[in-house]
């Protein structure tokens, strides 16, 4: 990336103003679909995060913000996500061009990211506490009460669904929040403050510093007036914010990715399962923690299955937003030489390809597209069939039996989310029990779905719940009182 001096376009949104960055350095952004740069982000750093906290810190503590009802708060959630509706067609045009996905995709995203505003808006004021029996004399009721300033560092996969996804129950429970958006893709949640202003959310209970992970990201998950940090993005970086949070004492949730099974069995019906599988690792260049990346498939079955799979493989195009293909270019020249990178070992391996889509005609030179490929059988000890790629790559791999199955669904460091294909009810439901993964579908797979569905992970896929009511377990904390009345 190019840091310059020159003025931003687009600054930091504290307090609902732009400002500059105070270096006033800016981030070039680059379109993934022709590598040319079409805007420039501030460089924030550590004294803008600093103003931000600072901001948010005011604001979750005097003025409007906390004074206000759980009712008032959901209704300026609900607001937002009218406006967000509203503005839809904008910002899946910004959406698209940042990220390079199909406009297709970019509107589902922008439809994702206004219903998290709607759910969380609407559950602002069903969060309760309880009543606890005590010694008699005693009443003894809980409440669920904010942390105060929370911070939230989100990836370039699905920015305007993440800031969603991050803030929306957040600002339920009554936080005033930081962001910093990846310096990758960040011009949709820089939108979206502007529109929580224009719905009323108060100065600085939503604050955005665009930036570098290692100067912004680092300095707020570091801050020592944060309260909580959520994290979603690589395992390495997971490691620094929790060792930043640990350091200060605080809460954080890590979202970190997987190598997602789909687990599936011969009498599964091939006809619903592998359009959808296919389409779970190719939906955003494979660029989703969530995606199903590994499909392990009872023996028995396997030629009948990768048979099926490379038909509608081989039929998949990659191209430039406005072509709205099956999928887009991946994010980054990085990103693109990473996924390379697992090509030119799998060849070094001699692990077979089992069927190739393409890059469609046309498209701009510069553009970072990768052809979506399936390898198999893909040896169990590979790095395909264990590591994230983070690309439209899918390792298939075949199985002996039930407890075979099991064993290698769960034999990666991750447990983010599981799909188990079988007409068999009863085996569907025991395998599903017995795989270790925050969410485990059966007969269908939603990746990145489900406002309502609490989301994360289990082993090294992280910790903490997103999504559904349990974030609002998730940023808040406990209140106990114990008064005395006889
Ligand atoms: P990453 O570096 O972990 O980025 C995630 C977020 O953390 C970004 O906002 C990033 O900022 C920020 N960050 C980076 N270094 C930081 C630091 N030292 N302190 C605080 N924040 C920091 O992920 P990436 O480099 O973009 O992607 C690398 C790999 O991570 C991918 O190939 C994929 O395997 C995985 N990944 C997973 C998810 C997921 O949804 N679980 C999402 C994205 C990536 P900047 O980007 O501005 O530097
Ligand atoms: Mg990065």
Redesign the pocket.
Known sequence: MNIHTTKPAKGVFINNYWAPAQSGQTVDVIAPADGMVFAKIAAGGKADIDRAVKAARAAAESGPWPRMTATERGRLLSKLAVLIADNAEELAKLEARDTGKPMKQAKADIVAAARYFEFYGGAADKLHGETIPFLNGYFVPTERVPFGVTGH??????PAQ?FGRTIAPALAVGNATVI?????A?LTPLRLAELAAEAGFPEGVINVV?????D???A???HPDIDFIA????????T??QI?AAKNHIGCTL????KSPHVLFADADLDVAVPVIVNTVVQNAG????AGSRLLVERSAYDRVVDSVQKKFNTLQAGTPEMDLDLGPV?SA??KK?VEGFFERAKEKGVPIAAEGSVAKGVPAGGYFVAPRIYGPVPRSNELATN????PVLSILPFDDEDDAIGLANGTEFG?MAGIWSKDGSRALRVARHVKAGQVYVNAYGAGGGIELPFGGMKK??HGREKGFEALYEFSTLKTLIIKHD
């Open positions: 560092i989100i990836p370039w996969n699905y993440m910093k958006p990846a310096e990758e960040c665009p930036g570098l992970g290692e912004a990201g680092a707020l998950s570091s994290f979603t993005g690589s395992p390495e970086v997971g620094l914010i930043a979202e970190l990715g997987g660029q989703t923690c969530s994010i990085g990103q990473r994230e790629v983070f690309g983010l896929s992280g």
